[in-house]
């Protein structure tokens, strides 16, 4: 699977931004899809995740009510909403697939990356 994120920038407190990943190459609707998240000198973190058929969501704690996580497996794409964004969510935002049924929160589970995508929030 080829992973392609975009859709990041720069927005001010409290705006919206909303990410996208497209995937390419295998049966879409058969991967569980995940956003991570990684600041500058922070270990890659878990942000949200779709499992691969009923569209079951989860999210980290510290988005949770911000956040929202779909896919629309016709056009092979899964996106992430980010409303009422904080500095704090400032990182490099990493889309992920996992070929299963569960949700899997752990970045070393998965088998494939998008590039990444810059998310900056600062007024």
């Known amino acids: 699977v080829q992973l392609q994120a975009s859709g990041g920038g720069l927005v001010q407190p409290g705006g919206s931004l909303r990410l996208s990943c497209a995937a390419s190459?295998?049966?879409?609707?058969?991967?569980?899809m995940t956003w991570f998240r990684q600041a500058p000198g922070k270990e890659r973190e878990f942000v949200a995740t779709?499992?691969?058929?009923?569209?079951?969501?989860y999210y980290a704690d510290s988005v949770k009510g911000r956040f929202t996580i779909s896919r629309d497996n016709a056009k092979s794409t899964v996106y992430l909403q980010m409303n009422s964004l904080k500095p704090e969510d400032t990182a490099i935002y990493y889309c992920?697939?996992?070929?299963?049924?569960?949700?899997?929160?752990?970045?070393?589970?998965?088998?494939?990356w998008g590039q990444g995508t810059q998310v900056t929030v600062s007024s």
């Open positions: 190459g295998r049966t879409f609707s058969s991967y569980a």
């Open positions: 992920a697939a996992k070929y299963g049924s569960g949700w899997y929160l752990n970045p070393g589970e998965y088998d494939y």
């Open positions: 779709i499992t691969k058929s009923w569209g079951s969501t």
